[in-house]
């Protein structure tokens, strides 16, 4: 997905966001402000991938500041939260539809939204204004190799049914990223969930991007993705960066539209629910 003319100020709110985060020291995250605002200028258009210039962002941030995982405690919390609300919802069916829906609610953890607010939609009722779920179950019985494609740290805890079940199925490998980038999760975040046993096979993306930037991935993580019958990418900047791949048929997005661009390229309203083959 090409960027649109309001990712420019969402990206600028990155550069303080991150830095904001990464430390108290006024100096060097007045510096590291300012290296991710001429990151912004010197790489935005409407030509580009947003995850590159995110990244390079988020990479100017930490190395400025010396803080190698500014939203560590922004992820503590949105961990500290997410466990509590999906062990206080019961999943009252475990068939495959019902294990979507509780995954993709998932993808509402944000430490940045009110704790209510966050409740309240996980509580929600989930309408798929895109859906290719049958079709993607369908699929999924006769796929060998599946990559699931892992967003923020909190969601882990709703993505288990889904991945219990897939697993019946199919050799499922739980894919995090290397480093630590944005509240993404990492192998580190699930050791301090416990839930590395649970999750079973675990891959890392070898790079540090909030979507996939082949050009930065491992040689590892791209020849198990060119080899997979099946990749289940769950969140919005999976959707972004991955959308720019030709359609065959094989990428299943799992995500909300939470930013306007992203609703427009699908063309459906902010906060829809996505479940799209492609």
Known sequence: MKASKSCYECLQRVAYQAAGLATD???????AIEKGLEIVDDNFSLDCVTIVVATKIHHAVKKITGNPDPYREMKDGEIAVARELSQALELKHED????????VVGNNMDFFIPVDDIE????GRVDFVID????FEARLKDAGRVLYLADNSGETFFDLPLLRLMKQRASVAYV????PVHNDVTLDDIRRMGLEAELGEIIDTG??????????ASDEFKREFDSADIIFAKGMGYYESLSELPAEGRIFYCFRAKCQPVA???????KSYIAMLR
């Open 25 to 31: 020291d006024e100096p060097a995250k007045a510096r």
């Open 96 to 103: 495959f539809a019902s294990c979507l829906r509780f995954a």
């Open 207 to 216: 790079a540090a991007n909030p979507g996939i930037d082949f050009s930065q």
């Open 132 to 135: 290719d779920s049958e079709l």
């Open 120 to 123: 309240r939609e996980v509580k």
């Open 264 to 270: 427009d390229s699908l063309g459906v309203p902010l």
């Open 176 to 179: 995090v990223k290397a480093s």
